[in-house]
């Protein structure tokens, strides 16, 4: 925090002025979820009428319920969820192992190999589907949950900062930890992680996101519609020729609650974990 | 020179790498013991419905084999069917568009029917969709359906405007008439704009339409020489240039955009849409105000778009005689009659036409549809099925959009879509 | 068997298992990557040498891809498309993020709620956003000219307009980044020790000062992370483009990734398509590695 020598009530009047601020931005942030929270209550047959309308002109509930039976919703929050939780169990064990491999240890080829990691970030996904298809499919993998976990098991970005945060752990730990005879794999699950609990928090809520949001590549694994995603779902609802705004805004939403929830969760570690990215 | 690469090796060396690896897989298997037949298809909640019942019905009659209905987005659709047959790993069955079959049909994508057809099998369809699935004489996909535009109007804004409709073909108005009209709606007020035509979406071969009603032409008789840059193509290109620069249609509206034309319809920003049969569903549902459907506008001609959909088998298919049954029994009298009727689409089988068919929603309206379809020009339907036709068609909407939006001179637009032409739709 | 052998065995063992213990540690990665990423990395490298249509068989017509390259104007409207977008999108929301962290960063009341509500929409997936994002920026029945309507100001032709379609873009990109580099600013600012600005003050530094000379140059690496990350985030837009404008009105929001989606799908130019994804895959290589040259000498990456 900067330390100031102002007056007490300029002090307060600059904090009023800066909530005002924040709070503005905020509603200004939070508008487009309003908005999407309004049409899904709203009536049906209200959605088009000439005079937009920023009030709710109904609380139809009903929607909700409808658009979970009109398409298989529920299967596929399954779907999404089983997906997102045993890859956030993959990716970040061994995301935690690798960036601690890359953090602690002098080997042959380390730099070379964490740059090949890294520009694997850059290369964009289209232009690659097509021979992923071909791989998971000889795998035997293809409209299946592995066909899209393992595609994707393996995240720079976490290495990336997993890395960054364990450069700052001391080496003497680990260093006495090896004079003591403890086997590499011990001092890893003994000293590191414990040490690393704020940046598995990170990995946690991002991983989560990522593998929750992914659209692209379950699109192209996925063939069966009974295998289909929340995402692959939303963007049948948006549609053959017309959309169903209130099934899409009601999922849309609904579709945000996991994601809404564990980040409040881990909300502080969240904050902490960052700090610890080798940011100083 | 020309150089075929064993994909296969290469793959095999790539995937041995991973193999071994892996093992197991959550999930669902699709290998079953029964006969099983995978059919991929899109389409909004009727389609899908219509689709259902036949399978249901195909089941039935042959017990032992079940049908799988994958309903995919039409935005991705083919690039799923594209990247399965790469893979080697096509459904058996596909639904396709016109436009796009000549493609699958050239590349042995879609399988030859022929041995599957009795003689004289085609002469049961309407002679356009006939020739749209036939690549030189042999049938690639059996039609199912056809889809075509009218002009919905919104009833009360044209009564206020002191505007008859035509109530028949040859009552249909002009073109001039047409922009009168829409130039009364735009000074009466009531609506935003006074229409707006549906080719967004990759729908730009509608455009094609207005060119053959204004006697002009994409392609030579013959197929073998562009004819946009005659004076017809180009006075089209600057007609519909002129409902953008004139303020007669939204400028959302142009081929590139993603609007959608029937949501402004209902909800009154726009008096009049040029759309098809398969939207009054939805007008139904959403329009509050009355509202009809009545002729397109001519010139020297009337002409129509092909829309709808034929069924092809893929070379995937490890069971192509089932698969064959099955489309056939799609396409029978019965079931393309119960189909059109769930989905408001229209039918090709000539029996049906001659007969009539009555629409359970919105029968009059249909009429006119049905009547357009007659209007379709044969020429028309031989350009589209060009098997470039998927290629050159987003090349043909970028030029059109650049003279709907950005200002492209009329003959500019029409010197670049021949570039085009000669790149895509003439060479062997 | 013999003493001596086995214990220099394992001893040799012993000191060997260390060495291997890194290259254990990533090489679940390492296999999952050359699998999944380099192997078909290196299959669209070959790809771009041919022709392919999908359906059929690649047929080779060497750097003909690339050199076609050079003489496409659509390839070149959205390269330049999306620098722009990366130019306006990029240092925009890592300002915004940093103002939004510091002042966030105070003792503020509901300071935790507010914070959240910034990073809700990073949350919200692609497609959602676009498919919102579509719906609000519409021209005709959208709620952003409904608003402006009520305060008397024209309504925009946001998503019809060469002028506008791409600043539409733009903001709902910021819409969703800036909670993001909130985020991680915020962490940085909680890191860094106080007695920095105890002894800035004590030397009498004015609060803009100490910005500028304590808090900046210690922000860096995350400035770094952050500039990397959104660049290659920026340059891989597609989802918001194919929903809310479909690359137009003409050229105006037609951005790389999206030309080489639809040159793969849509025109079926697999081959050409990816020739363009190796020569972005390169030129953000080259970019990040600039970056990390930059960066080496002014912070120690051990």
């Known amino acids: 925090m900067m330390v100031t020598t102002t007056t007490p009530t300029k002090k307060r009047l600059e904090t009023i002025g800066l909530w005002v601020l924040m709070a503005f931005g905020a509603v200004i942030m939070i508008f487009p979820i309003y908005w999407m929270f309004v049409t899904a209550v709203r009536p049906k047959d209200q959605i088009f009428i000439p005079d937009v309308n920023l009030m709710p002109t109904g609380w139809v509930w009903q929607n909700f319920a409808d658009a979970l039976a009109h398409m298989p919703f529920l299967h596929w929050f399954w779907n999404s969820t089983v997906i997102a939780v045993v890859a956030v169990a993959i990716t970040v064990t061994i995301n935690l192992l690798c960036g601690y491999a890359f953090a602690k240890f002098r080997f042959a080829g380390r730099d070379v190999l964490f740059l090949a990691v890294l520009s694997a970030l850059m290369i964009p996904v289209q232009v690659i589907i097509v021979p992923l298809f071909f791989v998971v499919s000889e795998l035997g993998l293809l409209n299946s949950y592995w066909g899209v976990i393992l595609p994707r098991a393996a995240e720079a970005f976490g290495i990336f900062m997993v890395r960054q945060f364990m450069v700052s752990i001391p080496d003497e730990l680990i260093e006495a930890a090896r004079l003591d005879g403890a086997s590499e794999l011990t001092i890893f699950r003994k000293i590191v992680l414990p040490l690393s609990k704020p940046i598995i928090a990170v990995l946690i809520i991002f991983t989560f996101m990522w593998r929750w949001n992914d659209f692209v590549m379950p699109l192209v694994m996925l063939t069966d519609q009974e295998m289909y995603t929340v995402q692959l779902g939303l963007n049948l609802l948006k549609g053959q020729y017309n959309t169903e705004w209130t099934d899409i805004m009601s999922i849309a939403l609904l579709s945000l609650v996991p994601m809404l929830v564990i980040f409040v969760f881990f909300q502080r570690q969240l904050i902490q974990g960052i700090a610890g990215t080798g940011l100083k | 020179m020309t150089q075929f690469i064993n994909r296969r090796t290469i793959l095999k060396t790539g995937a041995g790498l991973g193999a071994g690896l892996v093992t197991g897989a959550l999930g669902m298997p699709a290998l079953a013991q029964e006969k099983q037949l995978t059919f991929a298809v899109w389409g909004g909640d009727s389609e899908v419905a219509g689709y259902r019942n036949v399978i249901a019905k195909f089941e039935s009659a042959n017990p032992g084999v079940k049908v799988k209905l994958d309903v995919m987005p039409f935005a991705q659709f083919y690039q799923q069917v594209d990247t399965r047959l790469a893979g080697r790993q096509a459904p058996d069955l596909f639904r396709v568009t016109y436009q796009q079959i000549g493609r699958y049909a050239s590349n042995k994508a879609a399988i030859d029917l022929t041995q599957y057809l009795e003689k004289d099998f085609g002469k049961g369809f309407t002679p356009a969709v006939w020739s749209a699935v036939n690549v030189k004489g042999t049938p690639y996909a059996l039609p199912h359906h056809t889809d075509t535009f009218a002009l919905f109007y919104n009833e009360e804004l044209l009564e206020k405007a002191n505007i008859a409709v035509p109530s028949s073909l040859d009552e249909a108005w002009t073109w001039a008439a047409f922009i009168d009209n829409a130039k009364k709606l735009k000074t009466q007020g009531g609506s935003s704009y006074p229409f707006a035509m549906s080719w967004q979406n990759g729908a730009v071969h509608r455009w094609m339409f207005y060119l053959y009603q204004h006697g002009g032409r994409l392609l030579s008789e013959d197929l073998t020489a562009s004819r946009i840059t005659e004076k017809a193509g180009i006075e089209t290109i600057a007609w519909t240039q002129s409902w953008f620069t004139e303020g007669l249609v939204p400028p959302s509206t142009s081929v590139k955009s993603a609007e959608k034309v029937q949501n402004l319809f209902a909800n009154g920003t726009i008096a009049m849409m040029l759309n098809g049969n398969w939207q009054i569903p939805f007008v139904e549902q959403q329009m509050k105000a009355k509202w009809g459907v009545t002729y397109l506008p001519r010139d020297v001609a009337m002409a129509d778009d092909l829309g709808g959909t034929c069924v092809a088998v893929s070379r995937d298919s490890k069971t192509p005689e089932l698969a064959a049954e099955f489309v056939k029994f799609l396409v029978n009298e019965e079931n393309m009659r119960s189909f059109v009727n769930t989905a408001q689409l229209l039918p090709v089988r000539t029996s049906i036409v001659d007969k009539g068919i009555e629409f359970s929603l919105r029968p009059n309206e249909m009429k006119v549809f049905v009547e357009q379809t007659k209007t379709i020009p044969e020429h028309l339907v031989s350009t589209v099925i060009h098997p470039n036709w998927g290629r050159f068609n987003p090349k043909m909407a970028d030029e059109l959009d650049l003279a709907f939006t950005s200002g492209q001179s009329a003959e500019q637009t029409a010197e670049n879509i021949q570039a085009h032409i000669e790149r895509l739709l003439l060479r062997a | ?302």
């Open chain 3, 1 to 302: 068997m013999n003493e001596t052998a086995t214990s220099r065995f394992s001893g040799w063992w012993a000191s060997f298992r260390p060495r291997l213990t890194p290259y254990l540690f990533i090489a679940p990665n390492l296999v999952l990557f050359s699998v999944f990423i380099f192997f078909p990395l290196l299959y669209a490298a070959f790809i771009s040498v041919h022709e392919w249509s999908l359906i059929d068989e690649p047929f080779y017509i060497g750097a003909e891809n690339y050199t076609r390259l050079l003489t496409d104007y659509q390839f070149w409207q959205a390269m330049k498309n999306t620098v722009i977008y990366s130019v306006a999108t990029v240092p925009t929301s890592l300002a915004i993020g940093l103002l939004l962290a510091v002042g966030l960063n105070r003792d503020l009341y509901a300071r935790t709620f507010l914070r959240s509500i910034y990073f809700l929409p990073v949350v919200v997936s692609s497609v959602a956003t676009a498919i919102i994002a579509a719906w609000l920026f519409n021209d005709h029945y959208g709620v952003i000219n409904a608003l402006l309507k009520l305060v008397g100001i024209q309504p925009v032709a946001w998503l019809s307009t060469t002028s506008w379609a791409l600043p539409s873009i733009i903001i709902t990109t910021l819409w969703t980044r800036v909670g993001f580099c909130m985020v991680v600013y915020l962490a940085a600012l909680q890191s860094i020790s106080p007695t920095y600005y105890e002894a800035a003050s004590i030397d009498g530094a004015t609060r803009l000062q100490q910005f500028r000379h304590v808090t900046w140059p210690l922000l860096r690496p995350t400035t770094f992370l952050l500039l990397i990350l959104n660049v290659i985030h920026s340059f891989q837009v597609f989802d918001l483009i194919f929903v809310m404008t479909g690359g137009g009105p003409g050229f105006s929001t037609t951005m790389i990734v999206q030309y080489i989606y639809q040159s793969a799908f849509a025109t079926s130019e697999m081959g050409y398509a990816s020739a363009m994804g190796i020569v972005l895959f390169l030129l953000i290589l080259l970019f990040t590695l600039l970056q990390w040259r930059v960066n080496k000498r002014t912070e120690e990456f051990v």
